[in-house]
């Protein structure tokens, strides 16, 4: 299965995404940088990494959106391509339109670094695959701007459609009705504030996040 | 010509930002101070004689986003 992760200038989660991905599909990651107007041939999945694009300079996730990459896998998504957007990579997500709501200030103020209990949501998506609705999951957060906002209709919207596929089990930023990830009415477009490549093999104590790149390859074949 | 666009949230937005302010404010003696509100101020040298809503598309596509915040443009 090829697949691709965007390198945005202030990634940071690249590599880390790229080695959970090569374990879960054996096969490396193509590292795409944001100049790029196309990805490679026969792509069939993405991933927007976690980092800081462009210093989290305007607001975070705002020029990495901009970048031309960025309409390229707009076209792989609106194909059914999967997307996952993890932490920075769910900002850029919002801020390109590819998912709704907008991602700010966490409601403490602080920087919050540590693993959060979380609740599979409903989603269908070929990311939640090895999930089931209602388990409780353990993943490692680490974000400053991670409190989702989005009007009344748009969070009904999301639940009635059943796109939650993630839900914080505890208090962590102040995110309307707990969201932590959602999908896009296809489902093939995931955007989440924890970090599953952060648990995705043994020696990270935690194997919960291995779950979402399994699926993935499960989902494709 | 100078151009300045005000970014603020959008009311019933929550700023934390601008609740600790408040917070602070209060912690220095100044009381009475009510909700406060972060924005920010862009200023945009643009050629002379620059359509306003080539400004406008400008805020909309980047400079705003208009799920959580509000723009204004002011001819400085």
Redesign the interface.
Known sequence: MKTAVIVFPGSNCDRDVAVALERATGSRPAMVWHTEASLPDGTAAVAVPGGFSYGDY??SG??AA?SPVMRAVADAAAKGVPVLGVCNGFQVL??AGLL???L??????NYICRPVALTVGEANSPFLTRYTAGETVKVPVAHNDG?Y???PETLDRLEGEGRVAFRYAETVN?SARSIAGITNSQGNVLGMMPHPERAAEPAHGNTDGARLFEGLLAAAS | MLVKVHVTLKPGVLDPQGRAIGHALGSLGFDGVGDVRVGKVIELELADGTDSARVDEMCRQLLANTVIENYRVEAA
């Open positions: 305007l607001r705002a020029v901009r919002t801020e709704p709501g907008a700010m200030r966490n409601r403490g103020l409190s906002f989005a009007d102040g």
